[in-house]
């Protein structure tokens, strides 16, 4: 049976219609294994500054000190991952939402030491992934983590998407709010329907893409580099899309390795 990996984005997850969770639990019913793995930026913003907690900055990312971690530890493993539980359950799927760090799903160590408890996965375990799967039971997965130790860590929900789907051999799906890498150089903004990494960097190298859609495009193709076999940013606002993709149609922007493409 096919499995797929979704991330959602924090900022996403508050604006990701009904239709979205409910294509999620149709495909379930009919023997497609979703995993959801998500983000969940936004609410620890307001929740740090609801809490006046501190916060410092490294190169632009936000430093995880031991309270910023607990108070992401909370949302991500809480709020958020039990938001997407029950819209998926409101739907008639059955959904089970946990972290990284139960059952040494994801066992990962500190990633650099000025980013305090930032991990990076290191080895996965599927164990509790493929118990759900067989029950026809949707994960979704916090990407809090722990080294195995004691020690706990965040871990970047794109990482841990594509670490999940490569132990998986599962594509990865980027739930975006964009319809897929638009050619804003072109005379009329046209969907790129297939990259490779060589052509990716090209068109960022070119300015064709640009902004905020470089991370999401240079997530899509580390995730290539981590061991998936095939990536795509698709529109969480058409969840068709979900539908489309699977039947081979053309949709989103489809990230492949290099032997494979057909640009």
Known sequence: MKTIVMKIGGS??????EAFYKACAELSANGIRPVIVHGGGPDINRMLELKQTPVTFHDGLRVS????????????????????????EKEGAQAF??????????????????????????????????FLLQKQIIPVLSPISSNGEGVTYNVNADEAASAAAAA????????????GVMNMSADEPALI?????????????EGVIYGGMIPKVRAAVESLNAGC?????????????LLHYLEGKKCGTVFLKEETSHV
């Open 229 to 241: 076999e095939k990536a795509a940013i698709l529109n969480g606002h058409k969840p068709e899309s």
């Open 168 to 179: 998986l051999h599962a594509d990865v799906l980027f739930i975006s709010d964009i319809p």
């Open 12 to 17: 996403l997850l508050e604006e990701l219609p």
């Open 97 to 130: 939402g946990f972290s990284g760090k139960d059952g040494g799903t994801f066992r990962c160590s500190l990633k650099n030491e000025e980013l305090g408890f930032v991990g990076t996965i290191d080895r996965v375990d599927t164990s509790i992934l493929e």
């Open 193 to 205: 329907p297939e990259l490779t990494e060589a052509q990716a960097e090209q068109l960022i190298a």
């Open 65 to 88: 000190t031991g309270d910023v971690l607990e108070t992401a530890e909370m949302v991500l493993s809480g709020m958020a991952n039990k938001k997407i539980v029950s819209s998926l």
